[in-house]
């Protein structure tokens, strides 16, 4: 149904999003370019998604919004651009011209009324008029998206529209602003991404339930879709569900097209999920570790309390102005200082550190920026900290900058048993020194554990957004009181 009521949501029980959120946003992306000495009469111009198929068929895959243009125009609809007048602020939304014939096969036509009642945006034209609509706007400068994504390293596409050359284009002040903007959340944002995360946490809390010895792991999977949709209108998920099991929990990216999700849970098995619903664009990335059986074995309460120490240490001491960096190695520090406790390691801590140890146990960053992306950008712009290559593992994090009150991040430290990392660092004499071959031979095929909240960094600290059991007698009393819900 077209609702054009100014809101965006999926009915009754589900959030409602305010047209307000992306005029809110698009204001503070002028008030920020107007500091930029930007050409006198630029206006800022963005290009939406379109349809992608499957590979040359006529079948698409549901449409997901540009994340750019959703955070500046919430408009969920492909094939549509967006103009700002950076002196004015004056908005002007361009949405494709369709022919009759749609309306047998996708429902009614709208009119351009229609879209400026939908969006609150009250200059609506058809995109085949935009040269015409610019022409006579006159700007000395189009202001248009050239970057890299720091995460995927892919180019963005510059927008094109016939008779785009006929107009200055000026591609060096847009990217790493807007993008800069994206980092820190609006109170409207911040609204739409605990709704997000609650539901999440909501259908991670059931799977741990359903989650069994016999089940499969895409049953799992399921479990989490179908809450995630039925009660919380996520019709995307905001990223490929990862339901390892056994010694898959250790493969990082598992539930990939080569291999879906498709072991069967067994006893003694530990079970990493690593799921995030998708709400309007705005994302959430929460990943519970547990036994399936509901009672931790001596050895996977070790490790499980290893990275939960680790996940608290930077839950208690993150804050505005600490630098993420330090938060990533602090966090490594912290899960080798407990595995030595736990007799796996030996020697001193800080040199583990330093040798770069921690990456043979947790081969990613400790989190990344969360929001319209799972990996949200920001995370290194020419204004902020690059990339640091040593010691190992730091190059993985998404983002070296300082907190700032208002980001949305990850805390997701984990300890995972991965063959060919284990027998690297067995050979290599600066890091074999560390580890006590007895003790690792024993954990060969454990898999691997991980603990990732979604968290909010306020004025004084860290709020966390997620809502699941978390400490050992927490997760096993939940696992076993199955008609209690204290969250």
Known sequence: MFKNNG???????????????????????????????????????LQGGVDVPFNDTDVYFIFRQESYFMWAFGVLEPDCYGAIEIETGKTHLFVPRLPDSYAIWMGPLHSLEDFSKKYLIENVYYSDTIADVLTNLNPSALLIMNGVNSD??????????????????????????????????????????????????AAHRKVMRMAKPGRSEYQCESEFLHHTYSVGGCRHVSYTCICGSGTNSAILHYGHAGAPNDRFIKEGDICLFDMGANYFGYAADITCSFPPNGKFTPDQKLIYEAVLEANLAVTNTAKPGVNWLDMHFLANRVLLSELKKGGLLQGDVDEMVSAGL??????HGLGHLLGLDVHDVGGYLPSHPERRKAPTGAHKLRTSRNLLEGMVLTIEPGCYFIDPLLD??????????????????RFRGFGGVRIEDDVLVTATGIKNLTKVPRTVPEIEDWIANKDDDKY
């Open 424 to 441: 690297e660092a067995l050979e290599d004499p600066n890091l074999s020194k560390f580890l006590v071959p007895e003790a690792i031979k």
């Open 7 to 45: 809101k965006l949501s999926m009915g009754e029980g589900t959030h409602e999003i305010s047209m307000e959120l992306f005029a809110l946003n698009r204001k503070r992306l002028v008030e920020k370019l107007r500091t930029k000495n930007p050409p006198k009469d630029a206006i800022v111009f």
């Open 152 to 201: 995927s390293g892919l180019d963005f596409t510059e927008p094109y529209f016939e008779g785009i050359e006929n107009f200055t284009l000026e591609r060096e002040i847009l990217y790493n602003e807007i993008a800069d903007l994206r980092v820190v959340k609006s109170n409207l944002e911040l609204d739409v991404m605990k709704y997000v995360i609650e539901v999440s946490s």
């Open 358 to 363: 921690g990456h043979t146990f947790q081969p």
